[in-house]
């Protein structure tokens, strides 16, 4: 093995080395049951990370100027605790929060499609410890959504 391929699998992560080894590991969310493309597919991380970056704004912008006149304060005190509010109420009742709507998101349960508030709670505390949504399992679901059973799709 040349070192520039070596490094080039390092880099593309192993899901890639093991695909260019001949492995056959289907698409994201094949053992989930749901469809490769399209209406109801696993969300890629980048529309994601959209939707949390909007939600984070939004909160942001109204610990700013509704609650408080410093930035500093609103960002640490907070726009933590508004988005914590938005993702359990939002998610718990609709199963999207408005930037997970704006990127076409929507969070369900895989046992029954709708998310009981339950299931949101433990989640969204899950998430705000940040490890368990950095783990990821081979159709792309962060530890927070495994242990919460649930799956973020495309609407």
């Known amino acids: 093995m040349d070192n ?19 492995v056959d590991l289907g698409y994201r ?16 991380p980048g529309r994601r990370l959209g939707a949390l970056a909007v939600d984070w704004a939004l909160c942001l912008l109204i610990a700013y100027g509704l609650i408080t006149q410093s930035y500093n304060e609103a960002a640490q005190i907070w726009a933590p605790i508004l988005l914590f509010a938005l993702i359990v109420l ?7 929060t408005p930037g997970k709507r704006l990127f076409g998101l929507r969070v369900i349960a895989l046992d029954t499609g709708r998310v009981h508030p339950l299931r949101v709670l433990l989640r969204t ?10 783990i990821w ?10 242990l919460a059973r649930t799956v973020e799709v495309r609407i």
Not at 6 to 12: H, T, V
């Open 29 to 44: 969310g094949e053992q989930l049951g749901l469809p490769e493309h399209g209406s109801g597919s696993i969300a890629r």
């Open 137 to 146: 399992d081979r159709d792309g679901r962060g530890l927070h959504d495994r």
């Open 90 to 96: 939002t998610v718990g009742t609709l199963g999207f």
């Open 4 to 22: 520039r391929q070596a490094i080039g699998s390092w880099l593309s992560g192993p899901r890639a080395a093991m695909e260019e080894a001949g």
């Open 125 to 134: 505390v899950l998430m705000f410890l940040a490890v368990p949504a950095l």
